[in-house]
């Protein structure tokens, strides 16, 4: 059974930086290379939304509104999948939530509360 255990949420000032990562059990190195990650976020009274996709082949793309500030990376090795965020704002306030693409495998989400 795949799990996904995400953690790095915390607290954090606006203008700080956070590093997310995801953790993948219950399948093999090379299933976990072969799978597209993707980052989701929640915000509070929002619909669940996609923040960042990696694809086997290492290829990222992001929703405009993080551009430039979150950086999705994966090490296949160990099976994880990281989501850098810099420059964080009150908006981006939310459960960041790790998803294997094409699968019904989530995460349970971590929190990621910016406030000063």
């Known amino acids: 059974q795949v799990q996904l255990v995400e953690s790095g949420g915390g607290l954090v000032q606006p203008g700080g930086s956070l590093r997310l990562t995801c953790v993948a059990s219950g399948m093999s190195v090379f299933t976990f290379a072969l799978s597209g990650m993707a980052w989701y976020r929640q915000r509070p009274g929002d619909q669940r939304e996609l923040v960042a996709t990696?694809?086997?082949?290492?290829?990222?793309d992001y929703t405009e509104s993080v551009k430039g500030r979150f950086t999705i990376s994966r090490a296949n090795a160990k099976k994880t999948v990281d989501l850098e965020i810099n420059n964080l704002a009150p908006e981006d306030t939310a459960v960041y939530y790790c998803?294997?693409?094409?699968?019904?495998?989530w995460g349970q989400g971590t929190q990621v509360t910016v406030s000063s």
């Open positions: 998803h294997r693409q094409d699968t019904n495998a």
């Open positions: 990696i694809s086997n082949a290492g290829a990222t």
